[in-house]
Nanobody, 122 residues
């Protein structure tokens, strides 16, 4: 099983980034996919998740700015991040959870990617 996250980088306040997470080694279409982030000195936190049916859920601070999507044909999940703020600075991780239901709990996800760093700076 492998989850390969990419797309992070340095961006100015108000800018945009698109993260990608390419999955392999499991039946992607049977898994809910999530994005989490971890800022320095803080615990890993939920950002967004999408079920295999396309139902999505977001952490309150990113609603209206971030959009999660998935392409089952490519076994890839995306996170489009707009209007970025300094508080969005973190390492972003993708994760996979078997089943239909999206979930915000870190412990509910079975597979994790290696993370990609997003830095929002003025």
């Amino acid at each position: 099983v492998q989850l390969q996250a990419s797309g992070g980088g340095l961006v100015q306040i108000g800018g945009s980034l698109r993260l990608s997470c390419a999955a392999s080694g499991f039946t992607f279409s049977s898994y809910a996919m999530g994005w989490f982030r971890q800022a320095p000195g803080k615990e890993r936190e939920f950002v967004a998740a999408v079920s295999w049916s396309g139902e999505s859920e977001y952490e309150d601070s990113v609603k209206g700015r971030f959009a999660i999507s998935r392409d089952d044909a490519e076994s890839t999940v995306y996170l489009q991040m707009n209007s970025l703020k300094p508080e969005d600075t973190a390492v972003y991780y993708c994760a996979a959870r078997f089943g239909v239901v999206v979930n915000r709990d870190v412990d509910e996800y079975e597979y994790w990617g290696q993370g990609t760093l997003v830095t929002v700076s003025s």
